[in-house]
């Protein structure tokens, strides 16, 4: 492990880094950065990408291995991981007029209706696609149609908009249908497909969510034992993720979640004996949030929330959280300032662009303690 204290200032540090010291948390991302393969094709275990833990108390920041998770958590801790699985949610569509699209199913809402995003194919990647019409029928394959009904959300211009409130129209269930005729989302850094089983964390219960919750991805069924071993506590919850494929300055949507009363009990009880709620995920920070009342008390229930996560607004339900590098001005950096302040986010950012850590759902991870 490597351990640094960062002064609060980026000049001390001899940093270049386009961080600007005020406004909005932005900065260039460099595309080597951008982790474009699963860790597995680069010859490492899930559990050996890397790991910055820093601390919001005093800029300490420490370089180390996911691996060593369990040596930055105590007895008692609490470590809340979102159980959702990730569909093959990405089907290639076509218009009536023959054209080639890419449709990605993002939430399920009630009635059978579903939000999902129009794409189109760019090479190997794809992009959003705004030109579709209300009322305007998919067909999928294997006989498949989506109709849209109504662009999302409810008041956006008809055409122009990039999601769409739609039903399928499926000849089998959806889980077999997806299983035989789609693929994981994916976007322009990852150049090669993978299989399914890249894009599943190893504690997957329920299949729902359209893109991986992923800062649970490089837990191993050994790390997880070591942590209970050592007496953290591990609390599940449900939160499906939409797809993550955000326009400039639009705020995240609808997302199901399910938070059990086990699950609050835990969160409550490591609360008022001053043990660590630890979220794994801006996913189970969503989740939390949504059930935790301005008192701190968390409680179980089970919806649809919009909840965003400012600093304005604040975090209560938790106190540490593992996270993935988030992109410039991103709504999850946001989220992270509401746990962590800006200053503090700016000099880990920093560091981790110096040290060359690798951004997005197959990098490395971030761990920020109090």
């Known amino acids: 492990m490597i351990t640094t204290t960062v002064q609060p200032t980026l000049?001390?540090?001899?940093?270049d880094s386009s961080i600007p010291s005020s406004g909005a948390l932005d900065f260039v991302l460099p595309p080597e950065l951008e982790a474009g393969e699963p860790p597995e094709a680069r010859g490492l275990s899930?559990?050996?990408?890397?790991l910055m833990v820093s601390y919001k108390?005093?800029?300490?920041?420490?370089?180390s291995r996911f691996r060593d998770l369990p040596d930055f958590l105590d007895a008692g801790d609490v470590l809340v991981i979102n159980t959702s699985g990730t569909m093959k949610a990405a089907l290639d569509a076509e218009r009536e007029s023959g054209a080639a699209l890419k449709l990605h199913l993002s939430t399920r809402l009630p009635a059978g209706l579903w939000i999902v995003e129009v794409r189109r194919p760019t090479g190997t990647a794809t992009e959003p696609f705004?030109?579709?019409?209300?009322?305007?029928t998919l067909r999928l394959p294997g006989g498949a149609t989506a109709t849209l009904h109504a662009p999302y959300p409810s008041?956006?211009?008809g055409e122009g908009s990039r999601l769409w409130v739609s039903t399928l129209d499926l000849p089998v269930s959806l889980d077999e249908y997806l299983d035989r005729h789609g693929a994981p989302i994916r976007y322009g850094y990852v150049k090669e497909g993978w299989p399914i089983g890249y894009y599943q964390t190893v504690y997957a219960t329920e299949m729902g969510s359209a893109e991986m919750p992923s800062a649970g991805r490089a837990f191993t069924p050994e790390l997880v034992t070591r942590l209970v071993a050592k007496g953290v506590q591990v609390a599940p919850l449900i939160l499906h993720t939409g797809v993550a494929s955000l326009?400039?300055?639009e705020p995240p949507y609808e997302e199901f979640y399910r938070v059990l009363p086990e699950t609050a009990s835990l969160v409550n009880a490591a609360r008022a004996a001053g043990r660590r709620v630890v979220a794994v995920g801006t996913t189970v920070v969503?989740?939390?949030?949504?059930?935790?009342?301005p008192d701190q008390t968390t409680h179980p229930g089970e919806g649809w929330t919009d909840l965003v996560v400012t600093p304005e607004r604040g975090v209560r339900s938790v106190d540490a959280m593992l996270t993935g590098l988030h992109e410039p001005r991103s709504t999850h950096l946001a989220m992270l300032e509401a746990l962590a302040d800006r200053g503090h986010l700016r000099h880990a950012y920093a560091e981790a662009l110096n040290e060359g850590y690798l951004w997005h759902e197959f990098g490395d991870l971030h761990l920020i303690l109090t």
């Open 57 to 63: 108390s005093d800029y300490r920041t420490i370089h």
């Open 155 to 157: 008041g956006a211009r």
């Open 286 to 293: 969503r989740a939390l949030e949504t059930v935790t009342g």
């Open 46 to 50: 899930r559990d050996e990408v890397r």
């Open 247 to 249: 326009e400039e300055d």
């Open 11 to 15: 000049a001390n540090r001899g940093c």
């Open 130 to 136: 705004s030109r579709m019409k209300t009322g305007e």
